[in-house]
């Protein structure tokens, strides 16, 4: 926890008291840690006799703003410093410039930032939100709290201390009334729906029926066209080119979709295998296709919004379309998993949960990366009540990919390089990614949920000035469809560095590049990292190309970066301020650092990384 420059997210030496004992949680989330947290602020104010209701930013309306009396943010920081996709708008509404210094005067806030101090703009987001709601008049009730991926415990080793903290100074806001106890931990919190059995069984040979329901107004649905492993058969590694078509959009509007850089989510479903392994785990297998009426048991925790209110479904269309049963648990599904359990079971989930259990947890589930169908297996004689569903597991996420194509050189197709996620653990039994491999299953003509995602800083530089792009692996996807533009448009100054292991392996869209380098439309520099005795990379490359890098950026060059999160972003930095240094005739690593800060402020330097 701290307060910086930026920021001070303090508390007031006199608080102003609330009109009522209730308030709002608020989270935008990219992995879904952040709904974790707001989900565990939640239940812990509710403990206390609070009314709670707990949302993404996207289910909020700006109005509320000066409807709530209090409101607990939690907020990531994503991609390289910014905000995450979900909080852009509410974001925007904040920095509007005509907005009076004491337009929040009446609303007292926490903030809980969730970051990884080894990028540079730690935890960003919750340092400037912090900053700009002072300046707007409101109140924090208690220092802004950050959770570090970096420490020892990530955010178990803040946010439990910070949430005693919000807790013991909101308390006096509004105070309980007199006689009110708050439950005990160990008192199980009513479940979040209630379940009413409705007529009967409505699908047959263990398969629901019910077709999938999309989870954000503006997804949709299309067909998978294409579905190609581009990597050798022998190679280690499958790697798709994925095509999709999006269903009931007219020929007319098809080029108009999505732009070159834009990303492509896709939600995915959980196997047949996996959820009868789970229903099997909960000895929930006998009402797994029963049709139930679904509805919220308070107001405060509604359904998702996509789904409506009663929902009439089964148990096994939750487990397939809506809720994540493949991802590693989170400590909160320790805590309701303790609730259902006996004897040396529950002590074993108790201690968890605890401080003193931190290291076996993180033993127990992120090095292996243990899911939670694993876990739930071995812990299968705990008895959970079905109404319990929505508090034991999360939401499916979508997973977003570049999309490697530009609109009008492939009729509004859209096409992926996919990464089937593949890996070994201490586990017997390889990890596997959800998305991926549910992607990889498929055939053509296959339904697959979808949104596109044109939040990312990725575009095509306006007026086709010179370009360096940097993408080893599926991080080139992106430059295939800007490239396919940047033809269109004749901008001929393109330098691309791409990274593989072998040439004869893994090099994508090889017979695309290698056309536009024999025209004349492209320097590729390809470090293909196991193909000799020395490993090479793309950061290795680009001081063989310092002149021509120094030259495109002297005139007006943009710089993108896209790919793994985990060395490369950094190796590739290191690289270019090299550059800066010898071409650019820079005393010092400072200045070249300048530099740098400069590109990126003006929109010419651009990182699209994942973990
Ligand atoms: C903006 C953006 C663009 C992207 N573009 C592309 C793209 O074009 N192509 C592409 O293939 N991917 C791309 N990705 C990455 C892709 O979204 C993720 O790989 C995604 O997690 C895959 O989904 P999944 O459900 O199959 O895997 P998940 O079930 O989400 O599992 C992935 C998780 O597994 C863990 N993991 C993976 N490998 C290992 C390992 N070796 N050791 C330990 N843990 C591991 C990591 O925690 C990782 O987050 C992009 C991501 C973003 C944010
Ligand atoms: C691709 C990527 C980029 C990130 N960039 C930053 C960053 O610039 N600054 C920071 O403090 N944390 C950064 N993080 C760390 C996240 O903020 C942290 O993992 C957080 O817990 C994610 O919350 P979420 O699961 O709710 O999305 C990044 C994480 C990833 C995967």
């Known amino acids: 926890m701290s307060s910086t420059s930026l920021g001070n997210g303090t508390a007031p030496n006199s608080p102003l008291p609330l009109d009522s004992r209730t308030f709002l949680v608020l989270h935008a989330s990219v992995t879904g840690t952040a709904v974790d947290v707001a989900e565990r602020i939640g239940r812990r104010a509710r403990r206390e006799g609070w009314a709670v209701t707990v949302k993404s930013v996207t289910e909020f309306n700006q109005a509320e703003l000066l409807e709530h009396g209090l409101i607990v943010f939690v907020l990531p920081t994503t991609g390289n410093g910014h905000t995450p996709p979900q909080f852009v708008p509410l974001w925007t509404a904040l920095l509007h410039p005509g907005l009076p210094p004491d337009f929040l005067e009446d609303l007292r806030y926490a903030v809980f930032g969730l970051g990884d101090s080894s990028y540079g703009k730690y935890n960003w987001v919750g340092k400037k939100l912090s900053r700009r709601l002072d300046s707007l008049g409101a109140h924090a009730v208690v220092e802004r709290g950050e959770g570090d991926d970096q420490n020892e415990w990530g955010v178990e080793s803040t946010f439990p201390g910070w949430l005693d903290q919000l807790m013991a100074s909101i308390d006096p806001l509004f105070p309980p009334e007199a006689g009110f106890t708050s439950h005990a931990l160990d008192t199980v919190p009513p479940p979040r729906i209630r379940l009413e059995k409705v007529g009967s069984t409505s699908a047959a040979n263990g398969h629901t029926e019910q077709a999938p329901l999309l989870w954000t107004e503006d997804a949709s649905w299309a067909k998978l066209v294409r579905n190609e492993r581009v990597t050798a058969e022998d190679w280690y590694q499958d790697v798709r080119e994925v095509e999709l078509e999006l269903e009931g959009v007219q020929d007319s509007e098809r080029t108009r979709l999505y732009a070159a850089g834009d990303v492509l989510e896709i939600r995915p479903q959980n196997s047949k295998e996996d959820v009868d392994r789970f229903l099997a785990s909960t000895r929930w297998t006998e009402i797994a296709d029963e049709p139930f009426l679904i509805s919220p048991t308070s107001s405060d925790q509604p359904l998702p919004p996509h789904l409506p209110t009663p929902f009439r479904t089964t148990i096994r269309y939750l487990l397939t379309n809506e809720l994540d049963i493949a991802s590693v648990p989170r400590l909160s599904f320790f805590e309701w998993l303790a609730y259902f359990s006996e004897g040396d079971m529950q002590e074993k989930l108790r201690e968890f949960c605890s401080p003193a259990g931190q290291d076996d947890l993180i033993d127990y589930t992120l090095r292996p990366r243990r899911t939670i169908n694993e876990v739930l297996y071995e812990f299968r004689s705990a008895n959970i009540p079905p109404e319990y569903i929505f508090d034991l597991l999360p939401l499916i996420r979508p997973r977003g990919f570049s999309i490697s194509s530009s609109p009008a050189s492939h009729q509004g197709k859209v096409d992926l390089l996919v990464a089937i996620v593949k890996y070994k653990t201490i586990l017997s039994v390889p990890r596997k990614g959800l998305t991926t491999s549910w992607l990889a299953s498929l055939s053509p003509g296959s339904r697959v949920p979808v949104r596109f995602d044109k939040s990312g800083l990725l575009r095509l530089p306006p007026g086709d000035p010179p370009l360096i792009m940097v993408g080893p692996g ?115 690593a400072q200045e070249a650092e300048r530099y740098w800060d400069r590109m990126e402020r003006e929109g010419r330097l651009v990182e699209e990384t994942w973990g």
């Open 474 to 588: 599926t991080g080139v996807a992106p430059f295939r469809a800007l490239m396919e533009e940047r033809i269109r448009c004749g901008a001929k100054e393109n330098l691309l560095f791409f990274g593989c292991r072998s040439v004869s392996k893994d090099f994508y869209f090889k017979a695309y590049w290698d056309a536009l380098e024999e025209k004349g439309d492209l320097t590729l520099s390809v470090a293909p990292s196991r193909d000799q005795e020395d490993k090479v990379y793309v950061q290795d490359r680009i001081p063989e190309y310092g002149a021509q890098i120094w030259d495109y950026l002297n005139r007006g060059g943009y710089f993108y970066v896209c790919g793994s999160s985990t060395n490369m972003p950094k190796a590739v930095k290191k690289a270019m301020l090299g550059v800066f240094q010898r071409e650019g005739g820079m005393a010092d």
